[in-house]
């Protein structure tokens, strides 16, 4: 059975960083893209940041590009998203997931697995 279990949400001032982990078991995914998303209350979830299978490639949303950075380690079947310069509006519950292709993709519906979610709460 896939789980995904991301690790590393908490509360951190504005202007600072956080560094979430996400640990998938019940096979190997290193041939498939994988992707964070991220929910603040009242809204829809939205894509953040993925990388592709090798982690060669990655793409970001516009809203987190030259601050935060995702990157995979294979041998341990995790992925890993850097945050630094936080602001309040990064506040949200944080998904892990991964693709169904090799490639990345923006779209929610490309991905088939998804983690329970990490809370990162950044104060004023």
């Known amino acids: 059975q896939v789980q995904l279990v991301e690790s590393g949400g908490g509360l951190v001032q504005a202007g600072g960083s956080l560094r979430l982990s996400c640990a998938a078991s019940g096979r190997t995914f290193s041939s498939n893209a994988m992707g964070w998303f991220r929910q603040a209350p009242g809204k829809e979830r939205e894509f953040v940041a993925a990388?592709?299978?090798?982690?060669?490639?990655?793409r970001y949303a516009d809203s987190v590009k030259g601050r935060f950075t995702i990157s995979r380690d294979n041998a341990k079947n995790t992925i890993y998203l850097q945050m630094n310069s936080v602001k309040p509006e990064d506040t949200a519950v944080y998904y892990c997931?991964?693709?169904?292709?090799?490639?990345?993709?923006?779209?929610?519906?490309?991905?088939?697995?998804w983690g329970q979610g990490t809370q990162v709460t950044v104060s004023k």
């Open positions: 997931a991964v693709d169904r292709n090799p490639y990345i993709s923006i779209r929610k519906d490309a991905y088939a697995n």
């Open positions: 990388i592709n299978w090798s982690g060669q490639a990655t």
